[in-house]
């Protein structure tokens, strides 16, 4: 009988704490480049030119949760009304199976997330990005995508003016729109309501 009680009352525990949490636990993922063609990508994971040197997607195409997506795309909206500029794609929603492909061969936490607690690219809530302008070219950010170097940290100021200046109005267009800027990757931003999102080892295709 003590068991029984014990029993319910763990299980009534459980079910106040899952509809207070507000998870979604089944989200649907979109392909940003269906919703704005605008937006172009270059997804170095689904090639050997990464810094892992291995093909980790078996499709170049983007995902993200849908809320993000649409943030996404208000940035895109944004940076061609203001400043006549687009945004280009490197990396979205990344499943988990390849975030312990990623760890295993560079497990350093500044960079690569611990698959243990999981990346918010997991959750279909990070974007790793740069700028191009309206013809499409990359616009000057100091390093290159996934260099894992001091120079790509937000606060190192050692860089020409126009490279900050770039800097600059990524972080602050992507401030706006409810993300998040990474102290070690200039490219990498998180959205505010991440933990609202599980992680997914959905494959990509
Ligand atoms: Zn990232």
Redo the contacts with the bound molecule.
Sequence with gaps: MTKLIFTTRLLFILLSILSTSNIISQPRLVCITNLDSTITTDVKYSTTNNFTGQVLYSSNKVYFVPEVAEAIIKVNNYLKTKYKLQIKIF?GYRPLSVQKKMWEIYPDERYVANPVKG?R?NRGC???LTLVDMNGKELDMGTAYDDFSEKSHINYKNLPPHVLKNRRILIETMKMFGFIP?KT?W??FDYRDWKKYPILDVPID
């Design positions: 990396d990346s690219h990070a974007v790793d990474n990757e490219w990498h």
